[in-house]
């Protein structure tokens, strides 16, 4: 009996994975370093680096406006110390080890809430949409194939920041109500078989996971919102998932440098919080434009045949 030669079985095995799982994900599985080669070559040619640092800019001079503008909002629902509390908690997660000196610049603001003009107001509205404005420029960029079929209604992206806007202050408002639930959870005891046990530990790793899982749902939400034509939710999903985990793990980088071997207090002086923040910013940008520009590729392999595949 003639036994097939090993390339052949294993030929054989890839097409019959890809009738399986479908032709995309078997050029991803089966050639995951010819996939990131192409995607970073794509990235680099739609000038990534500059396009991150055009929205970390954007992202910078917006964030404390936006900031503003959610904290009077929502401080009609929820004390501001608990609000503020809240916010700086997770500013943590987008601009690390610089929340606290966003949030007394916040408070400081919100001392001298008399001096808030419409004026005023309307100049803080135009800085907050900046960086959503930018994303979806970015996104054009990344997804210039889907432009050419299905344009975006400019009436649409002039409204869509702040359509986001409304939709971060509503996700903060519901995080702020879990949050406050979860560390008075942290204060309570427990009694099992005679040990007193507190809950800190668990509320600490519930917090933690609420606010790993905002970070997906809000990366998810800009995958599908932000480029245009649809995108599947599954793709939009892994993206999120991607990015996150590539966040937390620079997050945690960058924290650590921080506190660590870095002299930026000495080099920046009073520059230093907007230099970091800008730093940290840029990072995240980077990393959401990056995953954005991996699910452009992988919509382009369903277009493409595959070229490790043999011909009959």
Known sequence: ??????????????????????PQVSQVVFHPLDFAWHTIKAFRANQGLLLAGALAYNALLSIV??????????SRFIPEPELLQTIGDYLEWLVPGQSRALIAEL???????????????GSMMFFSSLAFSGLE???AVIFE??????????????????????????????ITVVASALNVMGDQTVHILHRTLSLERVSGALLYLLGVGGEVGIL???????PVGRLSKKHALLGGISATILWEITRHLLVWYFTTISQATVVYGSLTTAILAMLGLEFAALLVLFGAQVISEYEKLGAQPNPHRQQP
């Open 1 to 22: 009996m003639h036994t097939p030669e090993i390339p052949e079985i294993l030929i054989k095995g890839k097409d019959k994975a890809e009738q399986l799982i479908g």
């Open 65 to 74: 406006p936006l900031l503003i503008l959610i904290v009077l909002t929502l």
């Open 107 to 121: 408070a400081n603001f919100l001392q001298h809430r008399a001096v808030l003009s419409w004026v005023l107001l």
């Open 137 to 139: 420029n970015a996104m």
């Open 145 to 174: 194939h889907r432009i050419v079929h299905r344009p975006r209604h400019p009436l649409l992206s002039f409204v869509l920041p702040y359509l986001c806007m409304v939709s971060l202050a509503a996700g903060l408002l519901v």
């Open 220 to 226: 998810t939400a800009i995958y599908i919102v932000m």
